[in-house]
């Protein structure tokens, strides 16, 4: 069930409970959890077991994917493809745990999700963002041709229990 997607360091897959502990320790983390708008910190094991639950239950083929990525077999990161209302275009989204930035990986997640967004999706538009303080995000998604298009002032996060600056990115791509 759900994809299987295989980079050259990377598989994205869906999340299974075997990889809650990791999840936890990873994405919980404070650092990697205020980059993003949807994960709390701390994040508890049992909360992301529940996650997982739904996150499987959940999963349609041409629905939104929230995929875990796995590294030498280990669950290390997270990734997802998901429209915000039905009208809307393709966003994706990523995380990568401390214990591999600065590697690459970012982008080649990213890569892995725009491919998959435009063969399985056919995304003609995919959108993405990251918070003012995280510019490094920012340059993953312009080395994978996105552009910024403009800035949302305040942009819930879960972890920072609070809003913060986003600025909000688009690549053009034209159906696989």
């Known amino acids: 069930m759900g994809p299987r997607i295989e ?48 996150t499987r239950a ?10 875990t990525v796995e590294i030498d077999g280990e669950a290390a990161g997270g990734g997802g493809v998901f429209r915000r209302t039905p009208s809307s275009d393709w966003e994706i989204g990523y995380w990568i745990g401390r214990p591999w930035w600065g590697q690459g990986l970012g982008t080649e997640l990213g890569q892995a999700l725009i491919d998959f967004s435009r063969r399985q999706m056919g995304a003609e538009r995919i959108v993405a963002g990251h918070y003012a303080d995280n510019p490094a995000s920012g ?24 809003r913060a600056v986003c600025k909000n990115m688009t ?5 696989a």
Not at 16 to 41: F, Q, W
Not at 171 to 175: H, N, R, T, V
Request: hydrophobic letters at 40%; proline letters at 7%; glycine letters at 6%.
């Open 7 to 54: 980079t050259e360091r990377l598989t994205l897959r869906l999340p299974e409970l075997g990889d809650a502990a990791n999840i936890s320790r990873y994405c919980g983390e404070l650092d990697v959890a205020k980059m993003t708008s949807r994960i709390p910190h701390p994040y508890p094991v049992l909360a992301v077991e529940m996650w997982i639950l739904q």
């Open 58 to 67: 959940a999963w349609r083929p041409a629905g939104n994917q929230s995929l």
């Open 139 to 162: 340059k993953i998604l312009q080395k994978l041709g996105f552009k910024y298009t403009g800035e949302e002032p305040a942009l819930f996060s879960m972890a920072r229990l609070g």
């Open 171 to 175: 690549l053009e791509c034209e159906a």
